[in-house]
């Protein structure tokens, strides 16, 4: 069963420009998660789609980020503009079902310069 | 409010020994726990879970204990292996229903051989 996968694995750019993210989860997983992950910290959640609604996103920097998961399968998180305090992994996990286990991609490292 | 925490951010151990990885949580709401296994350059891996209604669970190799009434997590590891090196961190679920996930900081597990 092919996993989670995540494009691209790394990215650099300056502050204030853009960057965009893709996810493509585990055929038939309902549910998406995008997470930050800082260096030296757990992950923390931005924003989790149930098909193609939005679930929680409480935690989502709203004034800089989005994310989009057209057709309920695969999802872009877009930052714009990045800031420095953005570098960060930004892991893709998806799962059956609300609740059931998650499933992570490799992420795609950010660094902002 | 809600937050999960490790203990000790750094565990060395020798090839054969056993692990004990521990974890506190705030958030006695909580109902789910699991840890996760994380190898550097990849997302988290499912180890195990528990869910509040146990107080024990056990893998191969590896067994969760909860103590709800301290608010402690532990994982154990038997017979660690150097393929075992990684950094590891439990979750709770905050969100009930909703299903919300929320890391610990993490663990820095080292395998001597």
């Known amino acids: 069963e092919a996993g989670v996968a995540q494009s691209p694995r790394y990215k650099i750019i300056e502050k204030r420009q853009s960057v965009a993210f893709w996810c493509n989860p585990i055929?038939?997983?309902?549910?998406l998660y995008w997470y930050q992950q800082i260096l030296g910290q757990g992950p923390k959640l931005l924003i989790q789609?149930?098909?193609?609604?939005?679930?929680?996103d409480s935690q989502l920097p709203k004034d800089r980020f989005s994310a989009e998961r057209l057709k309920g399968v695969d999802s872009t998180l877009k930052i714009q503009p990045a800031k420095l305090e953005d570098s960060a992994v930004y892991l893709c996990a998806s799962s059956q079902r609300q609740g059931s286990k998650l499933f992570f991609g490799s992420g795609t490292q950010l660094s902002v310069l | 409010g809600e937050s999960v925490g490790l203990h000790l951010p750094t565990l060395s151990v020798q090839e054969g020994d056993n692990s004990i990885i521990n974890c506190a949580y705030s958030?006695?709401?909580?109902?789910?726990f699991i840890w996760y296994k994380q190898e550097s350059g990849k997302g988290p891996q499912f180890i195990i879970d528990?869910?509040?209604?146990?107080d024990k669970r056990q893998g191969q190799r590896v067994t969760v204990l909860l103590n709800k009434t301290v608010k402690h997590l532990s994982l154990q590891i038997a017979a660690t292996q150097p393929g075992d090196s990684a950094v590891y961190f439990c979750a709770e679920n905050s969100g009930g229903s909703n299903y919300k996930l929320t890391f610990g900081k993490g663990t820095l597990l080292t395998v001597n051989p």
């Open positions: 528990i869910r509040s209604n146990m």
């Open positions: 789609f149930q098909n193609n609604g939005v679930v929680d």
């Open positions: 958030n006695s709401a909580s109902d789910y």
């Open positions: 055929s038939g997983h309902a549910t």
